[in-house]
Every structure is written in C-alpha cells, then in structure tokens.
C-alpha cells in the first residue's frame, strides 16, 4: 500500500493505468485497478486491499474489480494446492482468469451506473505535495483499514475453531445437498467443499485429497469439485471481509456461485460428449 503511495507521487501509477485503460474500460475499470489484479494474482487478497487504499475507485468498480480478486487470488501457491488435490494447475489457472473477466464483463453490464455505500477504501482525495505528504495520507487511510481486517480474522478465526472443535462441520453436510445438486456436486463432495469455502482452498486441497485417498471421493468427482472451489473458496472469509470494508455481500456471493454453476455443468457436459463419441468409435470398431 506504502509503495503503490510512492509510485503514485512519482507518476508510476499513472503511467501503468494509461497502458491498461483500454483493456479495462471494456469491463467498466480504470487502468490504475490492473494494478489490484496483478498483485491479487501474484500474492494474496490481503495485499490486493492495500493496493487498493491507495487507489481512487467507487463502489462499482470496487465491486467488479474485488469480484475478478476474489477469484483470481494467490494463484502460484493455490495453483500448486490444487495440483495435489488431482487438478492441473494450468487449467484451472486459465479458468479461473476467464472466469474473472467474464464476471467483470456480466457486472459491469447488469450493476447501476450508481451505487451508494459507505467504503472504508479509498484515497484521501488530495494529492500529495511532498513524500511527507505522502506517508502522512498512507498512514490515515491505512490505520482504520488494517484494524478491521485484524477484527474480521480474529472473529473467523474464532468461529473456524469452534467449527473444528465441535466438529460442527459434518453437521452442514446434510442440509447443503440441495446446494450440491444445484451446483453440479455429488454429495460425497459436501465435506471438503465446506472445508474449501470456510477454511480456505489450502485445507480444501487437502480435504480433497484425504477424502480422494480414502476412495470417499473419486478421482472424476475431485475434478469437478477443484473446478468449484477455484471460483468460490473461502467464501465465508473473503466476503466478510470485504462486508466489513463497505462492499454489499451480493454482488461478492451470487456472482462466484453462478460462475462455478456454469463451469461444473459445462464440465458435466464435456464429459458426456467425450464419453457418447468414444463409444461411438468403439461400436464402429
């Protein structure tokens, strides 16, 4: 945050965001949030809302941009997760940045030209005239921002424990059958797709693959669940998160559950043509 302040002084920032601009202006951004996506990429959520502070971007944009984050976060370490977990990590890399698009592109034409919200991101709207200056707009925006999130983790935290603890977890399964149906997921998914949208994609994985070892989980079955959780993983976290910063939780939720809607079914129907043509071939032969 402290650096993308600086780059913004000396003009970096806005050379990068004229570069962008004409990509970004197709899905309703700015060229500047190019910058919040390549870090979000490359690092982590967390590093994208610093950036982000440092940034001018209203409601709508914030929307669409943390939208293609949420997806598209951490994309290294996760896409090594899901390797382990049975996926190709290539593959899911270019689902989910098309999917990051194609949500940009779907928000950008369905949201209002207006959206009111109070947003705890945002720059002070007075440019710096010194590094002074600069470090002294860094700290007022960054001082509440960073108190927030440390209040949401604590709290997730705390309620992932108690998850844990109690072993609440297998107490969901039943309740979200209708939900796995809904998204393409048979029923012996229904644990590790909980684990994966509170706990994270990295436990996730890791559920995946006891649940895959344990033979609870087949290996066709573990694919269309990576396919899932690479678009909506840490659902609970994630959206709480930006809740908390002013952002409303619909537009974060209905979007990511629609999308990895759309990829498991497309998944499904991939999977039966390949298998209707492969016995076509061998009722040939």
């Not at 967390?46 to 409601?59: K, R």
């Not at 297998?170 to 809904?182: A, F, G, R």
Request: proline letters at 4%; one cysteine or more; a positive charge.
């Amino acid at each position: 945050m402290l650096a993308v302040s600086i780059l913004s002084y000396m003009g970096v920032i806005e050379k990068i965001s004229d570069f962008f601009t004409p990509i970004f202006q197709v899905i309703g951004l700015s060229g500047e949030a190019s910058i919040v996506f390549i870090t979000s990429m490359l690092v982590n959520v967390y590093s994208a809302i610093g950036v982000m502070a440092g940034l001018t971007l209203d409601t709508r944009e914030l929307v669409i941009l943390v939208t293609m984050c949420l997806i598209s976060h951490n994309m290294i370490i996760e896409g090594k997760v899901q390797q382990k977990a049975g996926a190709n990590p290539i593959i899911m890399t270019i689902l989910r940045l098309s999917m990051s698009f194609i949500s940009a592109i779907v928000l950008n034409f369905i949201m209002p030209e207006k959206m009111g919200g109070n947003l705890v991101l945002g720059s002070v709207g007075v440019r710096p005239n010194s590094l002074g200056d600069v470090f002294f707009q860094w700290f007022n925006t960054a001082y509440p921002l960073v108190i927030k999130v440390i209040v949401v983790i604590y709290f997730l935290n705390l309620l992932q424990a108690v998850l844990k603890e109690y072993k609440l977890m297998s107490l969901l399964q039943k309740p979200l059958y209708p939900l796995m149906n809904l998204l393409g997921l048979p029923k012996s998914t229904t644990l590790a797709w909980i684990i994966a949208n509170t706990l994270g994609l990295t436990y996730g994985g890791l559920a995946i693959s006891e649940e895959v070892n344990r033979g609870v989980i087949t290996h066709q079955e573990s694919l269309y669940l990576n396919s899932s959780i690479a678009i909506t993983h840490s659902l609970l976290e994630h959206t709480m998160l930006f809740v908390a910063i002013g952002i409303p939780a619909m537009w974060l939720i209905i979007p990511r559950l629609s999308l990895s809607i759309v990829a498991v079914w497309g998944q499904h129907l991939f999977t039966y043509l390949r298998v209707h043509k492969n016995r076509k071939i061998e009722n040939k032969i």
